[in-house]
């Protein structure tokens, strides 16, 4: 259940798989209608609502250990500004969004999507460095002058969407409004299966999409080869 190599001795974030683990039972256990099944990996009649449910699980997991560890540990920069700051917590979001896009070749990765908009939405840091660079405020080395200075006003996209094809963007910021809705409510790890619905037909288009959009991608190299 919790990979212990990767937290031998480095207890926040041990404790941080725990609290995603605990997440877990803790969201399957207040579901009022019993959608867990859907979690195993085979097919369902109502595949859409699977695929909501794969996002919803993982989102929601990692949700709750980031609500929890923002109470439990005092974990938040105490400058976003400064780019030793957040270069590393911008990392963090375009790892997650490369996981998202690329562990399949003609899907997204329900786990990893889940993984990114927890991150996004729900991380303090990275909700910390987001709207600063929505406020203009980021900084950069500038090592000619040895010093900070402000970052160039619309140099960097903090969701790191730019770093899969434009023609995901729409989708992914739907995706997220959609999540976002849901975390202001009071208890929002409690799921519904409408919820569910909405959130599956999002995915499932972005599934469809990157499918069609590789195959469309093939074909075109093929054409071109044979020229
Ligand atoms: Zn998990």
């Known amino acids: 259940m919790i990979c212990q190599d990767l937290c031998q ?4 974030e041990f404790t941080h798989f725990l609290w995603h683990e605990l997440g877990h039972f803790y969201a399957v256990a207040n579901e ?3 959608f867990y099944y859907f979690g195993g990996q085979i097919s369902f009649p109502n595949e859409i609502r699977r695929t909501g449910y794969m996002v919803w699980n993982e989102f929601i997991a990692e949700s709750i250990a980031n609500y929890v560890s923002r109470r439990a540990l005092n974990t938040n920069c105490q400058d ?15 790892k997650a969004i ?7 070749f003609l899907s997204f990765d329900e786990y990893s999507l889940g993984q990114y908009f927890a991150t996004i939405l ?3 840091e990275v909700k910390a460095f987001i709207d600063a660079a929505g406020k203009n405020e980021l900084l950069e080395w500038d090592s000619r002058n040895w ?3 402000p970052l160039h006003t619309n140099t960097i996209d903090p969701l790191a969407l730019h770093t899969i094809p434009e023609q995901f963007s729409g989708l992914m910021l739907e995706t997220k409004a959609l999540l976002e809705k849901k975390l202001a409510e ?7 299966g409408k919820f569910l619905d909405e959130l599956g037909s999002l995915i499932s288009e ?3 999409q990157k499918g069609f959009f590789v195959l469309r991608q093939a074909l075109n190299i093929s054409e071109n080869g044979k020229g």
């Open 206 to 208: 972005l599934n469809n």
């Open 80 to 94: 976003i500004t400064d780019p030793l700051c957040w270069y590393p917590v911008y990392n963090r979001v375009k």
């Open 147 to 149: 010093r900070n200075v």
């Open 98 to 104: 490369y996981y998202a896009y690329n562990t399949f």
């Open 122 to 124: 729900t991380d303090v």
């Open 32 to 34: 009022r209608k019993k």
């Open 186 to 192: 009071e208890s929002f790890w409690n799921v519904e």
């Open 9 to 12: 001795v480095y207890l926040p």
